[in-house]
């Protein structure tokens, strides 16, 4: 019966929001496999208004990050935040309901996506008086600030985070990642209906992304589960039981 349920899943995945197919080594398999004259990336208008429904609504798997944002916060630890992946702030407008430091001139917020999102963001921002939130398109940008955070943002990206960050020459001394599909088996990338395009997806290997992150520095100061989950139909052996919350801090 499941292999019945995965070959139906597999047929109807260009007809099925958030669906996923295939499992490859590298972005270019799963980029190549998406379906013909359809559009790959996340670099289009109509993505940048995808969450204009929940722009301010948290999610339970945010307010782990919503805590360790808040204490670093609080205790002096930080006063800047750098948000991969932010689209068009949505964290921000979240965490500032329970943050108000974050509405203080002193602290500052700011969201690295990609150029059509972030062109939607700026204006987003100065309709809703966002003054201390500010946009890039650039990892680089995030240079100097205290906190950077990813939540579901990294599975859509080619070089890892451990990457990224070892081209700063001021890092981070918080990194907190959410919503981030990890496991303990072999990483590979998958390719992800995302409505109005198709993307290449990773999954990661838990171990492999923590100790990639240990060898600069970085140890883990809390870890928890998303309640959600994947599973790649026709690849059993890549089922992602929960999605990984962490911290990371830099001695």
């Not at 945010?62 to 805590?67: G, M, Q, T």
């Not at 907190?176 to 992800?192: C, F, H, K, R, S």
Request: charged share 25%; proline share 5%; with cysteine.
């Amino acid at each position: 019966m499941r292999a019945l349920i995965d070959a139906y899943k597999h047929q109807r995945f260009e007809a099925s929001p958030n669906a996923v197919r295939g499992a490859f080594r590298t972005f270019a398999e799963a980029r190549a496999s998406a379906p013909a004259k359809k559009r790959v990336g996340y670099d289009h208008p109509e993505l940048a208004r995808m969450y204009d429904g929940r722009l301010s609504e948290l999610r339970a798997h945010d307010y782990p990050a919503l805590y360790w944002v808040d204490r670093i916060l609080r205790e002096g630890e930080g006063s800047s935040v750098f948000d991969f992946g932010g689209h068009v702030g949505i964290l921000y407008y979240g965490f500032r309901k329970h943050i108000a430091r974050l509405s203080s001139p002193s602290t500052s917020w700011r969201v690295c996506d990609v150029p059509e999102v972030i062109t939607y963001g700026r204006q987003l921002a100065e309709s809703k008086n966002a003054s201390t939130l500010s946009f890039t398109d650039r990892f680089e940008d995030g240079d100097g600030f205290d906190i950077l955070i990813a939540s579901g943002a990294l599975q859509y990206l080619e070089p890892s985070l451990a990457e990224l960050v070892s081209r700063l020459s001021k890092r981070p001394r918080h990194i907190i990642v959410a919503n981030t599909p990890m496991y303990d088996g072999e990483a590979y990338v998958t390719l992800q209906n995302t409505i109005h395009s198709f993307n290449p997806y990773r999954v990661f290997n838990r171990a492999e992304f923590i100790r990639a992150l240990a060898e600069l520095g970085y140890s883990v100061v809390d870890t928890w589960e998303a309640e959600r989950s994947l599973h790649v139909p026709l690849h059993p052996e890549c089922t992602v039981p929960f999605y990984s919350g962490l911290y990371f801090k830099r001695a």
